[in-house]
Nanobody, 128 residues
Framework: QAQPVESGGGLVQAGGSLRLSCTAS????????MGWFRQAPGTEREFVAA????????YYSDSVKDRFFISRDNAENTVHLQMNNLKPQDTALYYC?????????????????????WGQGTQVTVSS
């Protein structure tokens, strides 16, 4: 299965934490930079975080920087998104995406077009 599969979403109170996970097949995951995007109702999908294949380079949107942390376990073909101090505005459907590229150059990591495989999404709802 080429499509990544997300898990870990749910309902949490403001200030709480959630950890999202994304698992992909060896074929999809190996050598791939990975990203998380989110989409709230009535809005466009937006970039959240990304990580290159080695895990050495990580990127975050300004809205989640210092609250969300992306990591990967290449032995388990899994990427995680640790979300702390959640806010109601973080409520969205969160998507995991895999790129055929191992590394991003410039700000391309935030562009949906750089990713080739997308999961179905996992819902995160933050109550006030």
């Amino acid at each position: 299965q080429a499509q990544p599969v997300e898990s870990g979403g749910g309902l949490v109170q403001a200030g709480g934490s959630l950890r999202l996970s994304c698992t992909a097949s060896v074929r999809t995951f190996t050598g791939s930079a990975m990203g998380w995007f989110r989409q709230a109702p009535g809005t466009e999908r937006e970039f959240v975080a990304a990580i290159n294949w080695s895990g050495a380079d990580k990127y975050y949107s300004d809205s989640v920087k210092d609250r969300f942390f992306i990591s990967r376990d290449n032995a388990e073909n899994t990427v995680h998104l640790q979300m702390n101090n959640l806010k109601p505005q973080d409520t969205a459907l969160y998507y995991c995406a895999a790129s055929r590229k191992p590394q991003f150059y410039g700000p391309s990591y935030s562009q949906s077009s750089e990713y080739n495989y997308w999961g179905q999404g996992t819902q995160v709802t933050v109550s006030s």
